[in-house]
């Protein structure tokens, strides 16, 4: 089971952090996001160890994801936020150690944080 936290309301360069707590061990995770009218999009992936990231290029030098293995909870800062990145964020797991951008490769899904940007 995944839980979702951190979103809320900021200002357009503002920074939030979401959070991702796991109930148990997972491997590859990651955070994907929708807006309203839209698909779901990949935002950033994370491996087991942490060594292998990937970033949607939307999102690259202002996201930066990471992971407390110990915590079995993953993290995504989020600064220079713009109002295109007003969304649900989700954060997805699975048991693979394969890493994907793929949402369909993710197995658990958290319950979804609103982001809102303000412009």
């Known amino acids: 089971q995944l839980q979702a936290s951190g979103g809320g309301l900021v200002q357009a360069g503002g920074s939030l952090r979401l959070s991702c707590a796991a109930s148990g061990r997972t491997f590859s995770m990651g955070w994907f996001r929708q807006a309203p009218g839209k698909e779901r999009e990949f935002v950033a992936v994370?491996?087991?160890?942490?060594?292998?990231?990937y970033y949607a290029d939307s999102v690259k030098g202002r996201f930066t994801i990471s992971r407390d293995n110990a915590k079995n909870t993953m993290y995504l800062q989020m600064n220079s936020l713009k109002p295109e990145d007003t969304a649900v964020y989700y954060c997805a797991a699975d048991g693979s150690l394969s890493v994907s951008v793929v949402a369909g490769a993710y197995r658990y899904w958290g319950q979804g944080t609103q982001v809102t940007v303000s412009s």
């Open positions: 994370i491996s087991w160890g942490g060594g292998t990231t």
